[in-house]
């Protein structure tokens, strides 16, 4: 099945600062990725639909300021959290779907955990 | 109003015996596509089953079937042959054509106990 990746798998930070989570599509090119949020021992929650070239379509109730999302190129897609907080604490995982794969299957990346401090 | 509902917040199954996880969807539209995904301790997510809406026939990937019961809008993973390995969160998904584009809700999740 095809690769996605993230980076950092692991994050602490202080609160007040921005960081920035990066989800790479290493064997296809990835036209749509998804971000999304789970809470320990809850289900995924999608935040944001990201398209390759254009702004980000963020679900109701996400801040767009605060969850800052960028789609450069066909194969990488960052969220950056700015001025974290330690409400911001989670796993963050994204996921990728392409024409040219089964555009029926999302394929996921290993998350990230954040903590804030 | 679409919704994945899954009623099963943990489930135990003997080792090398079937288990059936239930998941329900609730949906408007004629086309959309259902999913499994397995979540270890890890967290990563691994994709596991498919099934669309128009497919006639019951998706299966090796120990993996999705019973789909479309007029009852149920789409049960059953996992045959269970494995310690099994043992894991999983969590049912619908895909919906949004005004937005595709999009994906998930369920609460069934955490699965393979006992020895």
């Known amino acids: 099945g095809a690769v996605v990746s993230q980076h950092p798998s692991r994050v602490i930070c202080k609160s007040g600062t921005s960081v920035k989570i990066e989800c790479r599509s290493l064997?296809?090119?990835?036209?749509?990725m998804f971000w999304y949020r789970q809470f320990p021992k809850q289900s995924l929650m999608l935040m944001a639909t990201?398209?390759?070239?254009?702004?980000?379509?963020?679900e109701q109730g996400v801040e767009k300021d605060k969850f800052l999302i960028n789609h450069a190129s066909l194969t990488l897609s960052t969220l950056t959290v700015t001025s974290a907080h330690p409400e911001d604490s989670s796993f963050y995982i994204c996921?990728?779907?392409?024409?040219?794969?089964?555009?029926?299957?999302?394929?996921f990346g290993p998350g990230t955990r954040l903590t804030v401090l | 109003a679409q919704k994945i509902t899954q009623t099963q917040p943990g489930m135990f199954v003997q080792e090398k015996e079937a288990v059936t996880l239930d998941c329900t969807y609730d949906t408007s539209d004629p086309s959309y596509g259902l999913f499994w995904y397995k979540q270890p301790s890890s967290g990563e997510m691994i994709f596991l089953i498919y099934?669309?809406?128009?497919?006639?026939q019951n998706a299966t990937e090796g120990r993996y079937s999705l019973n789909f019961q479309k007029a009852r809008k149920s789409a049960n993973l059953v996992i045959s042959a269970s494995q310690l390995g099994d043992s894991a969160m999983y969590f049912c998904a619908m895909r919906y054509l949004n005004t937005g584009g595709f999009k994906t809700i998930f369920g609460a999740g069934t955490r699965l106990f393979v006992k020895a």
């Open positions: 990201s398209n390759e070239g254009s702004k980000a379509t963020y």
């Open positions: 064997d296809f090119q990835a036209t749509t």
């Open positions: 996921s990728a779907r392409s024409p040219g794969l089964n555009t029926d299957t999302q394929y």
């Open positions: 099934q669309g809406s128009y497919d006639q």
